[in-house]
């Protein structure tokens, strides 16, 4: 779909990776709605460059762990917007939230997990759906590596989370296949400005050295600008991929 005048709502794009999606997004023509949930001079600034780019938005605040609060933020787009062409699903909490081990996570770490990840994509496609007409994409922002190998122990909540997030994914794809909806798994792996930059100092330098020395070809992780033109590339005309890739 040809971008510009379109309408996003990106989940925590006042910064990092959300704010590199709402950033390339703005670049091609897109209104956004700015979601934060404590850092309102984040999402002020955000909101700022889009302008600065020729787009235009407003700014949205909600937990996304709570249904009332997401719910209300849909309703609030509602009157600013009116409808919505893209919405991707990219807020999680901080890593001390739920950062434990299996046998030491605690259930409210564990809820804190689930509830950030695969309840509130579950909720906000369900809001999302009413606003969208023919062409509309949907987008979660995932981690693939972390919900399969285990290796990370520590992340066995985000992992789980991550794993059902990309199963709601799969469903949601054939659900609204017939609407000519897309919805999509983006799992841009290790990246710089995202919840890797708060885990231990000891775990983001071992993170950093794998990539330099060759797990990644380009020698470094990846950026919010990366995701942010992948999103812009899927959303781009004939550029969506097959439901649920």
């Not at 909806?181 to 792996?189: D, F, R």
Request: proline letters at 5%.
């Amino acid at each position: 779909m040809g971008l510009k005048g379109k309408y996003a709502l990106i989940t925590s794009s006042s910064r990092g990776i959300g704010k590199g999606i709402a950033l390339a997004l703005a670049e091609s023509g897109v209104n956004v709605a700015v979601h934060y949930f404590q850092n309102q001079g984040a999402a002020i600034e955000t909101l700022g460059q889009i302008r600065k780019r020729g787009s235009d938005g407003f700014l949205v605040q909600a937990d996304i762990m709570r249904p009332d609060q997401i719910r209300a933020m849909f309703r609030k787009l509602n009157r600013e917007f009116g409808k919505l062409d893209i919405f991707v699903s990219n807020a999680r909490p901080e890593a001390p939230t739920f950062y434990q081990p299996p046998l030491e996570i605690s259930l409210k770490q564990w809820d804190t997990a689930l509830d950030s990840q695969a309840t509130a994509f579950l909720i906000g496609v369900r809001e999302t759906l009413p606003l969208m007409n023919e062409g509309g994409r949907i987008f979660a922002i995932t981690y693939a590596q972390g919900s399969r190998t285990g290796g990370l122990q520590p992340w066995v909540g985000m992992g789980s989370a991550k794993a059902a997030l990309e199963s709601l994914v799969r469903y949601f794809a054939v659900a609204v296949a017939k609407r000519g909806v897309t919805v999509n798994a983006i799992s841009p792996g290790w990246t710089e400005d995202s919840v890797m930059n708060t885990l231990p100092e000891q775990v983001q330098h071992l993170i950093r050295d794998w990539h330099s020395r060759g797990w990644t070809p380009m020698g470094r992780l990846g950026t919010p600008s990366d995701v942010g033109d992948v999103v812009s590339l899927l959303c781009s005309e004939n550029r969506a991929g097959s439901p649920g890739r």
